[in-house]
């Protein structure tokens, strides 16, 4: 448990205490007072995740580079491929029962650019251009990315 839940525990634990004292008629005092602090400890968290975020940004900024992009997981990927692969099949056979072999073609054509597509998204330097090495003499030397 963390040293802020126990806090917060013990202040719920308190406000109960005192409303078993004091009764009924401060009941909405009470957790008033209560849902106060709670609402102080959620701005406090809010605020020092604008202040993390806005730092990050403007060391971005001032690094000259573009923001991090969010990384795709492996499950975001592969959820990808198999809903991709789900889908394939009920638009083979909308293209083949209406363009026949030309319109598979163009159906399994669009579902094989969308993949590439979403995977050169995912891995920028996938279809990334290779250029010989300077220190390269023979023609199966060694390439670079």
């Known amino acids: 448990m963390d040293a802020r839940d126990a806090e917060l ?3 719920l634990n308190a406000t109960l205490q005192a409303r078993r004292e004091l009764g009924e ?3 909405s005092a009470l957790v008033d007072s209560f849902l106060e602090k709670v609402d102080q400890r959620i701005d406090g968290a809010v605020e020092r995740r604008v202040r993390r975020q ?5 060391m971005v900024v001032a690094r000259g580079s573009r ?3 969010p990384t795709d997981s492996w499950g975001e990927r592969f959820g990808f491929g198999i809903v991709s692969l ?6 083979s056979a ?5 363009g026949h072999l030309p319109g598979l073609f163009v159906t399994w054509a669009g579902i094989v650019g969308v993949n590439a597509f979403q995977a050169v998204r995912a891995n920028a330097g996938l ?3 290779r250029h010989r090495s300077a220190k390269s003499t ?3 030397d060694r390439w670079e990315d």
């Open 67 to 69: 923001a991090p992009r």
């Open 25 to 27: 008629e401060y009941e």
């Open 9 to 11: 525990k013990k202040e």
């Open 127 to 129: 279809f990334g251009r």
């Open 94 to 98: 909308i293209g083949g029962g209406t």
């Open 138 to 140: 023979k023609d199966d």
């Open 54 to 58: 806005l730092a990050e940004q403007q």
């Open 86 to 91: 789900v889908l394939a099949i009920p638009l």
